[in-house]
């Protein structure tokens, strides 16, 4: 019995790190959709490098909306 629930609690560890990785690959290809489609007069990069706060809240702001999104989308 012991197995069993080591070998589900191993399977629904190793879906839920796919998920997160999934979920992270997204959010970077929607930040850099943005950037280069949507925002085309702002340097996301060159701002953050130059240490502009707003951007860097911006630029997490729509990561954590990406990540929202997609988290229940993949709970069903």
């Given amino acids: 019995m012991q197995l069993e629930f080591l070998t589900a609690t191993l399977f629904n560890l190793g879906i839920n790190l796919l998920y997160t990785l ?3 690959f997204i959010g970077i290809v929607a930040l850099i959709a943005i950037d280069k489609k949507l925002l ?3 340097d996301i990069e060159g701002e953050l490098k130059n240490g ?3 951007v860097s809240i911006f630029a997490s ?4 909306f990406v990540a929202i999104i997609i988290s229940f ?4």
């Fill in 61 to 64: 702001t729509i990561l954590i």
């Fill in 40 to 42: 085309k007069h702002v």
């Fill in 22 to 24: 999934l979920a992270l």
């Fill in 73 to 76: 989308g993949l709970k069903g």
């Fill in 52 to 54: 502009n706060i707003a």
